[in-house]
């Protein structure tokens, strides 16, 4: 019986360190931020934008969902670290928070405005940037995963689709110049939010386990 055990005994593939892992990411979303900025260009008045409060709210909420998701992706790949609630629950609590300070903005800009302030407008460029930028940057972090041995794959997936989407939201808001409430709630936010339920739906059929290697 031991003979047999020893028989099935794999070598053991070193993992890269969960900084060096998280740096390979942050660098290929930048890239992909900067490479998106060359081909459309930053909106012409940016300076305008970084003085609003709620854009800088919305930027930085958007930054720091990006960063927390990658980064609790990566350690949930690791056996052992998938009991630690910070790396699951901290990036969806930045996502309600999102969500919910979304949802007053549109509110308040209906009573301002009227009815007509909850239709979005029907330009979809960025809600089709962010699908497109995120199903690319979904690629790099999956292999990171991938390569690791995650006993969630369904969290990892969720947090994957997470900071892919939202890395790509980035660059998208430094191009975008619309900035009624509810074009941000259509065309940023619900992107977001359906690309961390389709990774939390992929996760399980794409990210093998540690019991499946």
């Given amino acids: 019986m031991i003979d047999d055990l020893v028989k099935d005994l794999r070598p053991v593939r070193p ?10 990411w942050v660098g290929v979303a930048v890239a992909a931020a900067m490479g998106l900025l060359m081909a459309v260009s ?23 969902m990006a960063l927390t998701a990658a980064w609790g992706a990566l350690r949930l790949s690791i056996p052992g670290e998938e009991k630690a609630w910070a790396h699951k629950y901290l990036p969806f609590g930045i996502l309600g928070f999102w969500l919910v300070f979304s949802i007053v903005q549109i509110a308040f800009d209906a009573i301002q405005a009227g009815a007509r302030a909850l239709i979005p407008d029907p330009h979809l460029a960025c809600a089709l940037l962010v699908a497109g930028a995120g199903t690319l940057l979904t690629l790099p972090i999956g292999l990171l995963i991938r390569g690791a ?20 939201l980035v660059g998208v808001e430094l191009i975008c110049v619309f900035e009624r409430p509810a074009h941000f709630g259509f065309y940023h936010v619900i992107p ?9 739906w992929l996760g399980p059929k794409l990210l093998p386990t540690l019991l499946e290697k």
């Fill in 15 to 24: 993992v890269w360190p969960i900084g060096v892992r998280m740096a390979a």
């Fill in 42 to 64: 930053v909106r012409r008045d940016l300076d305008l934008v970084l003085r609003s409060g709620r854009l800088l709210i919305d930027a930085g909420t958007v930054m720091l």
């Fill in 149 to 168: 041995a995650p006993l969630e794959p369904r969290w990892c997936g969720a947090l994957a689709g997470m900071a892919a989407s939202s890395a790509a």
């Fill in 192 to 200: 977001v939010t359906l690309f961390t339920a389709l990774g939390a």
